[in-house]
């Protein structure tokens, strides 16, 4: 079976700040992330696709149509922005980078097929979502196979790097 | 457990097919099709999966993994242009996929003990995209 990911890089500020929570709360909870302005991360984030490989031009997909979508439904609206501020999927969900990377799962997966499925005679599906928030934090989400039609809405493994 | 093992080789290539037009290897492949190719320092990391051995504690003598990367992979591969130079990329598109499946077939043959079975070879074709090929079928 052959995979294969593609690293895109983007810059972007939040708060972490939960209107359920009282203002102690939040700021028990998330420290530092908690601060009334926002800070940012340089994130990397990891879009992997699965499939079989064209027998006549090599490929699982075409990373020209790849890009296209990250730029157009991903970077186009996270990149150099506030996620609180100026992404309204964040205007009623905490942007934490779990929260993120389900986020950018979904939208993925819903322009998928108009970007990228098929494309080429190639054959992949978008099978994992990889953020890197800064060198020690990583969040991951797995997608089965599209056939199975059962994106799970959780995340599937996340785990902090050392 | 899984033992990885990491080898480097720069090369050049060029991902093209004849028998289309400029326009269309421009769209399927972008810069990558530029007619005279261009290089990569491609990294590749091998995973062997096995348990140690109760003598040596290994799963594999790294050294002798080591001379198998340099024989079928960089010697063969490093500071060549792998269209021209390595086959079957005379034939075969080298787009990283293929690439990175042709290092599997060249392993999976010198790799043959139960002991310490190939599991992964992931290629990096530059820092920002990269290629897996596990165990079951590979071409697939």
């Known amino acids: ?162 | 457990m899984f033992v990885t093992r990491k080898a480097e080789f720069s090369a050049s290539h060029v991902c093209r097919i004849r028998s289309l037009t400029e326009a269309e290897n421009l769209e399927l492949f972008g810069p990558e099709a530029n007619a005279n190719g261009h290089g990569h320092n491609y990294i590749v990391e091998v995973t062997l999966e096995g348990d140690p051995d109760p003598v040596s504690g290994m799963v594999m003598d790294l050294k002798e993994l080591k001379d198998i990367l340099n024989e079928e992979i960089v010697g063969p591969m490093d500071h060549r242009f792998l269209n021209y130079e390595v086959p079957p990329f005379d034939r075969v598109v080298p787009t990283a996929e293929n690439v990175a499946n042709e290092i599997w077939r060249r392993l999976a043959n010198r790799l043959r003990s139960p002991a310490a079975k190939l599991a992964r070879v992931r290629l990096f074709e530059g820092p920002d995209l990269y290629v897996d090929v596990v165990s079951g079928d590979e071409t697939a």
């Open chain 1, 1 to 162: 079976m052959t995979s294969l990911t593609r690293r895109y890089r983007f810059s972007a500020s939040h708060r972490l700040h939960s209107e359920a929570l009282s203002a102690a709360d939040n700021q028990r909870l998330y420290g530092k992330c908690n601060n009334p302005h926002g800070h940012g991360h340089d994130y990397i984030l990891e879009v992997t696709a699965t499939g079989r490989v064209g027998e006549a031009n090599g490929l699982i997909l075409s990373r020209r149509r790849l890009d296209r979508l990250v730029e157009d439904k991903i970077l186009c609206c996270f990149a150099n922005r506030n996620l609180n501020a100026d992404a309204p999927d964040f205007a009623q969900l905490v942007p934490t980078t779990e929260n993120l990377a389900l986020v950018i799962t979904r939208l993925l997966k819903e322009s998928w097929a108009d970007y990228v499925a098929g494309s080429d005679g190639a054959c992949s599906h978008l099978s994992r979502v990889h953020i890197q928030e800064t060198g020690r934090n990583g969040f991951e989400v797995l997608i089965p196979d599209s056939n199975s039609r059962n994106l799970s809405s959780q995340v599937e493994d996340t785990y902090a790097q050392s």
